[in-house]
DNA sequence: TCGTCATGTGAGATCGATCTCACATCCGAA
DNA sequence: TTCGGATGTGAGATCGATCTCACATGACGA
């Protein structure tokens, strides 16, 4: 199939010097005499000579790819983030390779189990399980240089970029009540992902700290897809004496409860408030647009990529964890309440 | 940094035999004793053996991995084939390596330039220009089996899936007409793409079926993303005698002149009615809903997976060309226009 | 009893780049 | 004049898996 393939032998009898001159000539090391090192480029140019990366990564051990495990590459936070980290390898000749864990710790596994055979230099990892582990605990024992985004995993030292999840849904709940809402909702996650908690714990923490008691039946468990969203928000608001306001733990989970509410004939914010955690491109196309708490992806994908780079040159420092702080953007979706 | 590796040899030791006699029995190939089979099998499964895949496409020429170069790894239309891409290949034991051009030639060069080096079995692109394209061109001279999505080379004979553009946009600009519309604006993309000029072919032939002449003035040109839409919508309705519809290219640009007409005040469908070429999530969120020329995205990256599979497989068979044709989905962004 | 063939196994070559040696020069200093 | 060092270069080993070839057995028909 592929034929061709210029090697290095063949540039050295076009130069009539040995391999490892050649090699010296090309990579500039060693002794190499001036002009035997020109006639050598001179041959490799002519001969369009392009170095086997295989064959380099056999010696050193180690391929220019860096391998990224997101959530899913198809929610828009992942897919910036991903093209965030590719520009900055490619600046370092390094390429990227993503394998989507579709948030399933098992298929998490098989992937870090097949990209372990590929000499893969590193990885960038958004851990589906915080406490489900072994595995990323496995592979950093062997030496893989590793940097967390998004969530972090117990027990693992490494560098993790993340964001201020209990912070930023303490911020939206807060808004809420100095609005007047007592009757919060929460759209959450039913599964173990990290940030899911630290979001319910800001939800819990902001409650508690204006005396405004947990009401369980105001929280609503559901997977962190549109669809499961948008029957988790029509149970939770067909209730009698439903919440004033809602509170959701993702921007696919936001999406939702704005199909949701608007299938019940809700209006936003005149029958229920609403914030979200995470903007997204459609939050401001809505009528009302929607008041979310952001976080800044711009951010996370450079750094990590910057802190794994910076891995991989040798660096030997203490794991370094960056925590961003979130930003709420208050827009129109959420009202005041007046009395009661 | 990286230790370990059990090897071959390894495994060979372990088991008393030598390593050809191991990598016959863990490959099931040559004769092998059954009971030096077992030992040899035992002996991997207790060490933790892994193939060293570098060391395999050293030999065999050949990495399993394929490449990705879409326009735009954040454009979810892509995002998805990106995904269906990768479950199918894994289904084959093969990665993807996702490298987005980001619509510019010459960084695709430089990307199939470093991808080659690679020894990456095959690829699949989204090509970014339709004439400039003598990259993509020696690629497949050297071998390399390739498979087109979204858009096509000329003269470059190679499996492709694309969809009906022209014949979507004649659909979406024959509904407007079909409403009473005759002075319909344009939105289109000033790049080569293959896309945009098939879909201003559609939007021609139209008006021209139906004896509407072509108005310069109507059409107007402008860079795929929101903000530049943006401005070019402004512009588009700034002037006297502005259109009473508007058809959009993609959905970025669907997107923009969303923004544009809701800056303008003009509201949709009452001021203006509007088709976008590219189904988008965004779509069903907004009110009214906006009615689109939907792709059957779910299709084109598992067959374009499958292609490229069967030419990695040998299959020599004359390039497949797959159309898919495109639905037009009617929600609320239209109104008939009375009389005149 | 002697080939012939089926069956098993190992030594060594191979893929391409790089690195370690050993071996040449040639210089100036002792 | 001789020795040590600086400078250049090539032969061969190495990374790990696989494949070719040669060499063993043992069985079986002639």
New binding site residues.
């Given amino acids: 199939m592929t034929q061709k ?8 009898a076009a130069a ?12 500039s ?9 020109l006639r050598v480029i001179e041959a490799a140019e002519r001969l369009g ?8 990564a ?4 180690q391929l220019p790819i860096v391998g990224f495990v997101p959530g899913d590459i198809q929610n828009p936070f992942f897919a910036r983030i991903a093209h965030d980290i590719e520009a900055e390898l490619r600046k370092h000749r390094h390429n990227l390779l993503i394998a989507s864990s579709e948030e399933n710790v098992e298929q998490e596994k098989d992937l870090l189990e097949s990209l372990r055979s590929l000499s893969i230099r590193g990885f960038i990892l958004a851990p589906t399980s915080a406490t489900d582990s072994e595995h990323i605990l496995q592979l950093a024992r062997e030496g893989a240089p590793i940097v967390l985004i998004d969530r972090v995993v117990q027990d693992l030292q490494c560098d993790s970029v993340v964001v201020d999840n209990e912070g930023g849904a303490r911020e939206a709940v807060d808004y809420l009540v100095s609005n007047g809402h007592d009757r919060i909702g929460l759209l959450r996650d039913d599964s173990r992902i990290f940030t899911a908690q630290e979001r319910l714990a800001g939800y819990q923490n902001s409650l508690l700290s204006h005396g405004i008691a947990l009401d369980e039946s105001l929280i609503s468990v559901s997977h962190s897809t549109v669809e499961h969203a948008v029957d988790a928000t029509i149970r939770l608001f067909s209730r009698r004496n439903r919440p004033t306001a809602l509170f959701t733990v993702d921007s696919l989970m936001t999406q939702g409860a704005l199909l949701g509410l608007r299938s019940m004939g809700l209006s936003i914010p005149h029958d229920v408030s609403l914030v979200g955690f995470d903007d997204f491109n459609l939050a401001t196309f809505t009528d009302p647009q929607i008041t979310v708490v952001a976080q800044p992806i711009s951010e996370i994908g450079p750094l990590a990529a910057k802190f794994l780079l910076e891995r991989l040159a040798g660096k030997k420092i203490a794991p370094r964890h960056v925590r961003f702080p979130t930003r709420l953007i208050v827009r129109g979706s959420v009202a005041q309440i007046h009395g009661r």
């Fill in positions: 393939g210029i090697t290095l032998k063949d540039v050295a009539k010097v040995s391999r490892a001159t050649a090699a010296r000539a090309l990579n090391y060693g002794y190499v005499g001036d002009e035997t090192a000579y392009r170095a086997n990366l295989v064959a380099q056999l010696r050193s051990g």
